[in-house]
C-alpha cells in the first residue's frame, strides 16, 4: 500500500480525537491533532474562572459571532501549510490528521488517492448538549455561562460552514447524533474511505 494521509475535521465536541484514535489503533496508524501545530483560544472554561487565562476570555468577551467565525477561519486556514508539511515529511504507512482546522474549503483541491478527507457533521442539538454537560454549563456564574455561550454559537455556525463546504466539493462526510456510538462512526467511517484504503 503506498502512503496514506487520513484528515478528520469538524467542530468542536462531535468525536474527532476519539475517531481518530480508534482508527489509528486498529489500522495501526501514525496519529497528529492540529492542536499540536499551533493553538487558538479554545475552550473558555476551566474548574475556575480565574484559571482561564485573560486573552481568552477577552476573546469570547468582546468578539461579536461573526467576528469569532471569522477569526477562527482565518487561524486554521493559516495551517494548511503546516498540515502540508507534516503530510510531505511523514514517512508512515498511514498517518491520521484530525482537528478543527482541517476545513473542506481550502483542503478540497489538495485531496487524491493519497490524501483523503472525511469530516464530522453535527445534528441538531447534538453540540449544545455536548458543550453544556462538558463545561457543567448549570453550575457556572452568569459571565462563565456568557464565555461558553459564546464558544456554543461559534462551534454550530463552524458546523454549518463544514457542512456547507463538504456539500459544495461532494466530500464525505458522517453525521452524528446523541445515539452514534464509538464503534458505529468507526464502522461508518471505515466504509466511507475503504475505496481509498484498498487502493
Not at 468542536?12 to 489500522?27: I, V
Amino acid at each position: 500500500m503506498n502512503k496514506k494521509t487520513l484528515l478528520i475535521g469538524g467542530t468542536s465536541h462531535l468525536g474527532k480525537s476519539t475517531l481518530a484514535q480508534a482508527l489509528a489503533n486498529r489500522l495501526e496508524a501514525k496519529l497528529i491533532s492540529t492542536d499540536h501545530l499551533a493553538r487558538h483560544p479554545g475552550r473558555p472554561w476551566k474548574a475556575s474562572i480565574d484559571l482561564i487565562p485573560s486573552h481568552v476570555i477577552e476573546h469570547y468577551e468582546t468578539l461579536p459571532i461573526d467576528q469569532l467565525m471569522q477569526d477562527v477561519l482565518a487561524h486554521y486556514q493559516k495551517q494548511w501549510p503546516k498540515i502540508q508539511a507534516v503530510i510531505e515529511e511523514s514517512v508512515a504507512p498511514l498517518l491520521i490528521i484530525e482537528g478543527s482546522a482541517i476545513g473542506p474549503n481550502w483542503l478540497a483541491p489538495h485531496l487524491n488517492e493519497e490524501v483523503i478527507g472525511i469530516w464530522l457533521i453535527g445534528k441538531p442539538g447534538l453540540i449544545e448538549e455536548r458543550i453544556y454537560r462538558n463545561s457543567e454549563y448549570e453550575g457556572r456564574s452568569t459571565r462563565e455561562q456568557f464565555l461558553i455561550d459564546q464558544f456554543c454559537r461559534r462551534s454550530i455556525q463552524f458546523n454549518e460552514w463544514i457542512q456547507a463546504g463538504a456539500r459544495r466539493y461532494s466530500l464525505p462526510y458522517l453525521e452524528v447524533d446523541l445515539q452514534t456510538t464509538r464503534e458505529a462512526l468507526v464502522r461508518a467511517c471505515l466504509t466511507k474511505i475503504a475505496w481509498a484504503l484498498d487502493a
